[in-house]
């Protein structure tokens, strides 16, 4: 059964930092992996999806890399914002579902 | 992108009441719809995955008969949460995919608060 488990659950840091949000997978056979953006009492913004085969995908200040062998995958955040605050969540896609880690709610303070 | 569709996106009902949630692809069709349940502050569970046409295929632990799937057009599913009672409250998301190998697009999510 795949388990997705993101570190950390929260973090705070001022404005205009670089920061890094961690995801880790149990089960390597993935076909893709994505990560959402979700502000509070919203539903998902897709931010980034890589295929299996993908290393990397870069979208403006952020940039998602995988490594299927090992189980993880980070989400760079370069020059945080304000604007930035919400909750990210990854998730993996298995033969048939998204499974979903339990997020990491991010602060980002003026 | 593609949209995806719900309403209402919030609903207050009595207890005891039914509560149908749609959920809609609005420029594609959707071969493949997901229902999904989040309490605050905790992550998206599966509820049921749902084939346009077919019954829809139930995660370990949800009660079919409380939680009506519908998925009768490749445009619409609907969720029907019947006699609803203040532990069904949660925010209810979809989500729908064209085919096996395409992204999931996911809707706006629907508050339920039965009092």
């Known amino acids: 059964k795949q388990e997705v488990t993101q570190i950390p659950a929260a973090l705070s840091v001022p404005e205009g930092e670089n920061l890094v949000l961690n995801c880790s997978f149990t089960?390597?056979?993935?076909?893709?992996l994505q990560w959402f953006r979700q502000d509070p009492g919203k539903g998902l913004t897709s931010l980034l999806l890589i295929q299996s085969s993908q290393r990397e995908q870069t979208s403006g200040r952020l940039n998602a890399s995988l490594d299927k062998s090992s189980g993880r995958s980070t989400l760079y955040i370069a020059a945080s914002q304000p604007g930035d605050s919400a909750t990210y969540l990854c998730?993996?896609?298995?033969?048939?579902?998204?499974?979903f880690g339990q997020g990491t709610r991010l602060t980002i303070n003026p | 992108g593609a949209v995806v569709s719900q309403h209402p996106s919030r609903v207050i009902c009595k207890s005891g009441t039914s509560v149908k949630i749609e959920c809609r692809s609005l420029d594609f069709q959707a071969t493949t719809m997901f229902w999904y349940r989040q309490f605050p502050k905790q992550s998206l569970m599966l509820m049921a995955t749902s084939n346009e046409g077919s019954k829809a295929t139930y995660e370990q632990g949800v009660e079919k008969d409380k939680f009506l799937i519908n998925h009768a057009s490749l445009t619409l599913s609907t969720l029907t949460v019947t006699s609803a009672h203040p532990e069904d409250s949660s925010f209810y998301i979809c989500?729908?995919?064209?085919?096996?190998?395409?992204?999931?697009?996911f809707g706006p999510g629907t508050r339920l608060t039965v009092l």
């Open positions: 989500s729908a995919r064209y085919r096996a190998w395409d992204t999931q697009y």
């Open positions: 089960d390597s056979a993935i076909y893709n």
């Open positions: 998730a993996v896609r298995g033969a048939q579902k998204l499974v």
